[in-house]
């Protein structure tokens, strides 16, 4: 199976991941560009959980009730701030409104349905470093384990022109707590400037798996399975929107033994 999903370069939906195109059981992810004054409502499988992200742009979110108005700072991914997000237990239908020009990620897992919608604000959102020298990039955790969900966990990461990430190659397939978690994970890829390129390869310790994929401006890439590094090429700014979830809502994950000696030097 081609684990590269590629986007869709006009129209309303750029790119979409279900369970069943992943062939797997959790995660569900699509992004959408809006235009000012459009309304799109969403649609996922009912009694799943879905957590909006405004990637750029700003936005007015209604779910059942409940209304978020013009909500969303930043003109781009790439700028150095937080994003606006919301959590909806239940986002069987969602209405979303832009007031701008919007790039929008919707992650989605199955959901119970009881833990209660809200706004999630750039500054409850923690932004580290991860990594040093050519491999150090900027992480900000939109929806990490601390926060309640019952599947989803959402960050995402800047990568630095001829930096790698996810690196060194590391792995969370398996249920081996607490050394190992299992997850499905999809990235969404963004490249400044948008005509770049980078590589991200999905391998397993037997190679039974082993994709090395060339990503462009708003390709998804899926990971089953296995360890998913990510090389960019001097020039280009890297930016994904990683999206995580498995039977237990927690992430550790183990590094490729081949490549873990360069954390002990």
């Not at 409502?41 to 959980?49: C, F, H, M, S």
């Not at 742009?57 to 209304?67: D, F, L, N, P, S």
């Not at 700028?79 to 209405?95: D, I, K, L």
């Amino acid at each position: 199976m081609n684990l590269l999903v590629k986007a869709k370069r006009g129209g309303t939906e750029i790119v979409t991941v279900t369970p069943q195109s992943a062939r797997w059981r959790y995660v569900g992810f699509a992004a959408y560009r809006l235009q000012p004054s459009q309304q799109h409502v969403l649609t996922t499988l009912p009694g799943d959980e879905a957590c909006i992200v405004v990637l750029s742009g700003r936005i007015t979110v209604r779910a059942g009730e409940q209304t978020w108005s013009d909500i969303g700072e930043r003109m781009s991914v790439f700028e150095e701030s937080s994003p606006y997000a919301v959590y909806v237990p239940r986002a069987e239908r969602v209405t979303i409104i832009a007031h701008t020009h919007a790039d929008i990620g919707v992650a989605s897992a199955p959901g119970g349905g009881h833990i209660p919608p809200r706004l999630i604000e750039p500054s409850t959102m923690q932004r580290f470093a991860r990594g040093e020298g050519l491999n150090q990039r900027f992480v900000c955790d939109i929806l990490p384990q601390t926060q309640p969900a019952d599947h989803l966990l959402v960050v995402e990461v800047i990568t630095p022109s001829g930096h790698s990430s996810s690196y060194p190659p590391h792995k969370h397939d398996t249920d081996n707590l607490p050394v190992e978690s299992s997850l499905e994970e999809t990235y969404y890829h963004r490249l400044d400037p948008p005509q770049g390129f980078a590589f991200q390869r999905v391998y397993t310790d037997d190679r039974n798996l082993d994709q090395s994929l060339a990503v462009e401006d708003h390709d998804v890439v899926m990971v089953p399975r296995g360890y998913h590094p990510v090389v960019v090429p001097y020039g280009y700014t890297s930016y994904y929107l990683n999206v995580m979830a498995g039977p237990k809502r927690e992430w550790h994950f183990k590094n490729d033994p081949a490549h873990e000696w360069m954390l002990k030097r």
